[in-house]
């Protein structure tokens, strides 16, 4: 079973960064490799629902952000380490959330849609502070 734990959350003043990690673990079948998960990170702030924001599918590492989040917020992979990064600059009040990576074998039509991916972690606290 594919498992995936976040870290890097934490608290941070307005402006600042943080570097969340994803890594995956449990690949028992031989036929797949990290480099074909297709990695998203989503997150919930307090009273809302869970929203996309980035993703990075895969084969050819296309990556996409929500608007929110757009030249502020880095997805890369590193697939020496089964991992997921997300580099998050500029971090505002509203940032603050839990984070959750995702992943999935399949080819998505949609990487907004949370059904999409079928392995999800934990999460991880990011709260931003004025």
């Known amino acids: 079973e594919v498992q995936l734990m976040e870290s890097g959350g934490g608290l941070v003043q307005a402006g600042g960064s943080l570097r969340l990690s994803c890594v995956a673990s449990g690949f028992t079948d031989s036929r797949f490799k990290f480099e074909d998960f297709t990695m998203g990170w989503f997150r919930q702030a307090p009273g809302k629902e869970r929203e996309a924001i980035s993703c990075i599918e895969m084969f050819d590492d296309s990556t996409y952000y929500a608007a929110s989040v757009k030249c502020r917020f880095t997805i890369s992979r590193d697939s020496a380490k089964n991992s997921v990064i997300l580099q998050m600059n500029g971090l505002k009040p509203e940032d603050t959330a839990v984070y959750y990576c995702?992943?999935?074998?399949?080819?998505?039509?949609?990487?907004?849609?949370?059904?999409?991916?079928?392995?999800w972690g934990q999460g991880t606290q990011v709260t931003v502070s004025l």
């Open positions: 995702a992943a999935t074998f399949k080819v998505i039509a949609d990487w907004h849609d949370q059904s999409e991916f079928d392995y």
